[in-house]
């Protein structure tokens, strides 16, 4: 290993507090390298983003609609029960990534109650949002009055999902740190469509295929910094290497600075850690950057990230949330994009 790459994890490996401190000179424009990427002003709806950033968006999402549900379902949850589904008419949801399958297979209308911080039009448009987390109550849940609980995670959802199933409640939990094509086939059998899942998590693998294809053959893995407004308290953090966009950048042939610090889930890292980091790529997904309260609010979250080599290039990649800050239906074309893009940049 050489010195300079020591110097760099050294201040990784230990910057795990977050500091307030930083320039404030407004960024260069950016450089001819994210040229073949979707131009900000090409997504419908979305606000405007600052003069050299980027909006990737990967596009429409695989979908298969229409299609007869086959009820009562027999699956297994992953924490281990064997669970009966009879009733798919109000899903209670713990998260966004199983939404974005249920929308997949046209059962939007049927989410019930969704979390409080859904970014997605399904959730809401519940009749209910909700607090979900690994204190919630199963009485609080159990007075919505839901037809199924269906989890993502086992750390905040399997002692829930086992209380539900006390008192005769079917609860699934479909785990967050598994495959994308996994949990979108597991997802779609808890709703009575195992086929259609099969075919839907197909698409996406194929679409992963071809993602970790175009960042193999590009030769070179650029640096990215993947930040959050959320995830250490209310602190902005870094994906680490268990978060399911560390997973999607490495796929997609860049090195997540998250992961090479050693830091877990979405961590805060200092304002020494992001320059030593040397990120030639920020990448905020479009709920983030609203949390952050825009650009002035990423730049005063993390002011050193001005001083790396994407902040002098100005090189912002902003992506909807479903195609990169979890694992589900969305993560194909997500991949794709973000792919596509790495490989259009020059080597550093």
């Not at 199933?165 to 086939?185: F, S, T, Y």
């Not at 979250?301 to 990169?324: E, F, I, S």
Request: hydrophobic share 45%; aromatic share 4%.
């Amino acid at each position: 290993m050489n010195m300079t790459h020591c110097a760099r994890l050294l201040p990784l490996a230990t910057a795990l507090l977050l500091a307030a401190c930083g320039g404030t000179a407004p960024p260069p424009a950016a450089d001819a390298g994210t040229a073949a990427v979707t131009a900000s002003k090409g997504a419908d709806a979305a606000p405007a983003l600052p003069a050299g950033w980027t909006r990737l968006d990967g596009g429409a999402l695989p979908s298969l609609t229409g299609q007869a549900a086959v009820l009562p379902a027999k699956v297994r949850s992953d924490d281990g029960a064997e669970v009966e589904v009879d009733d798919t008419g109000r899903i209670i949801v713990g998260g966004d990534d199983v939404i974005a399958v249920i929308d997949a297979l046209g059962l939007g209308a049927q989410v019930f109650a969704a979390p409080k911080n859904t970014t997605t039009a399904s959730g809401r448009a519940a009749p209910h949002q909700f607090l979900f987390n690994r204190t919630t109550g199963v009485e609080g849940v159990l007075s919505l009055q839901g037809s199924l609980f269906l989890g993502n995670s086992l750390r905040r959802h399997t002692e829930l999902a086992q209380k539900l199933r006390a008192v005769g409640e079917p609860a699934v939990v479909v785990d967050d740190l598994q495959p994308a094509p996994d949990k979108v086939r597991k997802i779609a059998a808890a709703l009575g469509l195992a086929a259609a899942g099969e075919q839907l998590a197909g698409q996406v693998q194929q679409q992963l295929d071809q993602a970790a294809a175009i960042g193999k053959a590009s030769g070179h893995a650029p640096r990215v910094i993947h930040v959050s407004a959320t995830g250490a308290g209310g602190a902005p953090t870094v994906a680490g290497a268990d978060s399911a966009s560390a997973q999607l950048i490495t796929l997609a042939g860049g090195l997540n600075i998250g992961t090479e610090a050693g830091v877990a889930n979405y961590s805060a890292l200092s304002n020494e850690g992001v320059v030593a980091a040397a990120p030639q790529v920020i990448l905020v997904t479009e709920h983030d950057l609203q949390l952050f309260g825009g650009a002035d609010g990423l730049w005063k979250a993390y002011p050193t990230l001005k001083q790396t080599p994407a902040g002098q290039a100005n090189r912002v990649w902003v992506m909807p949330d479903v195609q990169l800050k979890y694992a589900s239906v969305g993560s194909g074309v997500g991949a794709l994009a973000l792919a596509r893009a790495l490989a259009a940049l020059p080597p550093a």
